[in-house]
């Protein structure tokens, strides 16, 4: 009886003609390439036959200590007598020998990060027998010694500049300096001498069964899942959860016959820009990992009529197969052996923001797709990428162009030079702009492409691991720019006949790929036209307002502009650290009684007034939450002897009293100390102040028919107590404001709070009574429920991350299964007292389309973040609600 798809103990699944036994499996078994490659082949497009080890076969693998499961090469074996008898070659055959290839294929896509074997097969006689059959020595040669460089590299992790220096050693004695001009002579002795170094390398001859060599490179297969690269990719896209890898096993096609043959990387659609254009490079006679791998700078497809008018012509219809059938821009594999096109792998193609938003708004128009899977389609968090600057024009037509390279990934990129990977990170993590330069990067450079501000490099295409990458993060990226020459010894590069050093800045234009001296202006982003569409689209299926994190009438303009429906946090301690504003404050602080400290409250008044009035103005029409100071007063008095000698000067003390005042202020754990309405209770002075600057401010502008709608939250309420003492103040200071400003006119004010102490949601049915609205602090909220600084959660969170401890920074998003339980409560307890409280959060976690997926389901009104976040939420917002109807 056969095995079904996806059953538990099934290893191996086969795709060819004879039988696609993976159609219909889920990714997390097949992987995506596995899953693929069964639907194409169902599909009937020309896919060489083979077949896939699922995930659970690498889960196993790293569970019984890096050992093949029982009965999985007998499985294997049985799939490649299936593929003997279907190709109608054997295995290590002398005449006509099967040669595979052995590739990773994970449920989400990491390119380049786990390990890949070609022409894996061959031995000494199959060498002989591929040479007899295809009439082309050269070819089989260069076939066998490729194998036996990725096997020593990949299998036995041998350096890979050992079989470098041989090929040196063999292209001198020939007198050639390119791979491709090494004759088969010199092929077939650099074959014995890759075996020579070999040996030495590993104690053992290079194994001549193909059976053997196939195990040993699937084990390499999984076990390239837990390298260091594979792992780190994996953290900074945030890939948890997952088997392992799925190995693909594929009977080998040749783009390295001769000049009739090739191979090339392509999408269906430009990943830059989204144009409805096939996008892609090729190159003639070579294998796939070239291109990949960026050793040789490949031709556009667009230039392969000249080269066979007919196979490009077959791309673009397979180009149409693929997306009619997926309905989605497809990343493509193929190769042409003597003519003819295969496909090796097709997947979702990594692409920019720009281009997610202009595919999904043209697939919508091409009735590929409607509406909702269009605004489901477009990663939120890929918004970022429009939303960045880009260089000014004006800046930029002044520039000291360099040169010009690929326009890899756009963007505009401002650093100083760094030579590696982990020059780059370091140097990034102490706060330096670095542009990474490479001749080409690898899997290995990950770290650094991630901490750099750009990458730059002088070989490779558009489709070379650098570019896939970068687009893929959102990274401006130049490639092939081949007028540089990168000297990573001596860190410098020359270029237009300059040298540039680690101390030197360039600009990177990711759009254009100009390499540009020095540093370039660059310029905020205007939204229109596709990106307009997509929002109106996002807004008509949403039912979470969003609002905005804004201290300031600038950043208020901005996220109105940005979709804005009012401002969920304002700050105010923010207003207090102008160079005019922190002399009065650090006044009030030194202060010795309630009167000087009022008299100092009088004069931050005006400052405060006018900077509500900007801000209400901004927004007018539209709620604006007012926290009250929340920071410890420490905070706003300088720590350091010189500092305090200066701040003394000022104020016309002592610098012995400002040390003295900063020491009484001094608190072991500030963060759960003397702060938010704590302070409003020793010192009702300071929320009396800042309600009267409140209310005047709307006072003002309803005089100037500015319609003001400020909600005033108190801060760090632990017992309905506080809320109930603090709330008394609030009313009496509003309407002794208005009685003062002789104002007899109706002001929309509400008095809430911000639950973000755990007693708090706990108790929220008492403070509710207290309350017009809660607004969730996440932030301090995720603090104290794990009881982790968030100050120093960074000497320990790595770890935690790596080891899958926490799957995700519980500050970047939300923990949803512990302080999501008190969101839940506190929302469920607040709304049982007064059934239409409004709610919502105002942490960073507000930006975050993951938290803001539970903040949908957890019934909240709208949810608050930092301006530029705003278009993001708009659109994990909408959909959040469509998932939920799903």
């Avoid at 090729?282 to 796939?288: E, H």
């Avoid at 080269?307 to 193929?334: C, G, P, S």
């Avoid at 080409?440 to 896939?468: C, K, Q, R």
């Avoid at 409004?838 to 608050?864: M, N, Q, R, T, W």
């Amino acid at each position: 009886m056969a095995k079904k798809a996806g059953s538990a103990d099934k290893m191996v699944y086969y795709f060819g003609k004879s039988k696609t036994e993976g159609r219909g499996a889920s990714k997390s078994i097949l992987g995506g390439k596995g899953v693929n490659l069964a639907e194409m082949t169902a599909i009937g497009l020309p896919v060489p036959p083979g077949f896939t080890i699922t995930t659970q076969v690498c889960d196993a693998y790293y569970k019984s200590g890096e050992k093949m499961p029982k009965g999985l090469m007998d499985e294997v074996n049985q799939a490649v007598k299936t593929l003997e008898k279907e190709t109608g070659k054997k295995f290590g055959d002398d005449a006509n020998p099967l040669l595979v290839s052995v590739r990773s294929g994970a449920a989400v896509s990491m390119p380049g990060m786990m390990n890949t074997i070609l022409n894996l097969g061959l031995n000494d006689a199959a060498a002989e027998g591929l040479a007899k059959a295809t009439k082309n020595e050269r070819f089989a040669y260069d076939a066998y010694r490729r194998l036996i460089n990725m096997f020593g590299d990949v299998v036995m992790g041998m350096d890979h500049h050992v079989f470098e220096k041989a090929f040196d050693a063999v292209k001198k004695k020939f007198k050639v300096s390119e791979d491709t001009d090494v004759p088969a002579e010199g092929l077939k002795q650099l074959c014995e001498d890759y075996k020579a170094v070999y040996k030495k390398a590993t104690g053992n001859d290079f194994p001549q069964d193909p059976i053997k060599q196939l195990e040993l490179s699937i084990m390499a297969v999984f076990s390239s899942w837990n390298t260091t690269r594979a792992v780190r990719y994996r953290e900074i896209e945030g890939i948890r959860g997952l088997l392992g890898t799925a190995v693909n096993v594929q009977s080998m096609v040749y783009g390295n016959m001769g000049e009739d043959s090739g191979t090339g990387v392509a999408f269906t659609r430009n990943p830059n820009t989204g144009e409805n254009k096939f996008f892609g490079e090729f190159l003639i006679n070579a294998q796939g990992e070239d291109v990949v791998a960026g050793i040789r700078t490949p031709q556009p497809v667009a230039e392969m009529p000249k080269w066979n008018r007919a196979v490009h012509k077959e791309l673009l219809a397979i180009k149409k197969t693929l997306e009619d059938h997926y309905t989605e821009m497809q990343d493509i594999e193929f190769t042409i052996e003597r003519g003819t096109l295969y496909m090796l792998q097709t997947r979702t193609g990594k692409r920019t923001g720009v281009a997610a938003v202009k595919i999904a708004c043209d697939m919508v128009k091409e009735k590929l797709i409607d509406q909702k899977t269009a605004v489901l389609r477009v990663p939120a968090n890929d918004l970022t990428q429009l939303l960045l600057p880009s260089f000014k024009p004006t800046a930029r037509n002044a520039a000291d162009v360099l040169t010009r390279g690929l326009p890899a990934s756009p963007g505009a990129a401002v650093g100083k030079l760094a030579f590696s990977a982990e020059e780059a990170r370091q140097r990034a993590d102490a706060g330096e702009m670095v542009i990474l330069v490479r001749k080409e990067t690898s899997p290995e450079d990950v770290d650094g492409m991630n901490a750099a501000a750009g990458i730059l490099t002088s070989t490779g295409g558009m489709t070379s691991h650098a570019a896939v990458v970068a687009r893929g993060w959102g990274k401006c990226c130049v490639a092939g720019a081949g007028d540089v020459e990168i000297n990573e010894k001596g860190k410098k590069i020359k270029v237009a006949g300059r040298t540039f050093g680690v101390k030197d800045v360039i600009s990177l234009d990711g759009t254009t790929g100009e390499v540009m001296s020095g540093e370039v202006e660059t310029q905020e982003p205007k939204l229109s036209g596709d990106f307009a569409k997509l929002m109106k689209w996002a807004d008509e299926y949403r039912t979470l307002a969003i609002r905005t994190n804004a201290d300031s009438p600038a950043d208020s303009k901005r996220a109105r502009e940005f979709g804005a429906e009012g401002i969920g946090l304002c700050r105010t301690e923010h207003m207090f650290f102008d160079a005019e504003r922190i002399t009065h404050m650090r006044t009030m602080i030194l202060a010795q009684d309630e009167k000087d400290r009022r008299a100092a409250l009088k004069k931050l008044l005006p400052f405060q007034r006018k900077d509500f009035e900007g801000i209400f103005k901004a927004m007018n029409g539209l709620p604006v939450t007012v926290r009250l100071l929340d920071p410890p007063l420490h905070e706003f008095l300088p720590h350091e002897t010189a500092s305090q000698k200066i701040v003394a000067k000022e104020l016309g003390v002592s610098a012995a009293e400002v040390a003295k005042r900063g020491e009484a202020l001094h608190e072991s754990n500030p963060m759960l100390g003397h702060r938010g309405c704590r302070l409003s209770v020793t010192y009702p002075e300071i929320l009396e102040m800042q309600v009267r600057a409140i209310v005047e401010a709307a006072i003002n502008c309803a005089g100037k028919k500015i319609k003001a709608m400020p909600e005033i939250m108190i801060p760090l309420v632990g017992t309905a107590n506080e809320l109930e003492l603090l709330r008394k103040k609030v009313e009496a200071t509003i309407e002794e404001t208005k009685a003062a400003k002789k104002f007899d006119g109706k002001l929309d004010i509400s008095i809430g709070t911000m639950i973000e102490i755990p007693r708090a949601a706990l108790t929220a049915n008492e403070i509710a009574a207290h309350a017009d609205f809660f607004s969730f602090g996440t932030n301090d909220l995720t603090q104290m429920t794990f009881g982790y600084s968030r100050d120093d959660v960074n000497t320990f969170l790595p770890d935690y991350l790596q080891q899958e401890i926490l799957n995700v920074d519980p500050f970047q998003s939300l923990d949803t299964s512990g302080v999501g339980q008190l969101v839940e409560m506190g929302v469920e307890k607040g709304r049982s007292v007064k059934k239409g409280l409004k709610v919502g959060i105002c942490g960073e976690h507000g930006g975050d389309p993951a938290s803001i997926d539970f903040c949908h389901k957890a019934g909240l009104d709208y949810v608050s973040c930092s301006p530029f976040r705003v278009p993001i939420a708009r659109l994990a917002a909408a959909q959040a609600a469509l998932n939920a109807k799903k």
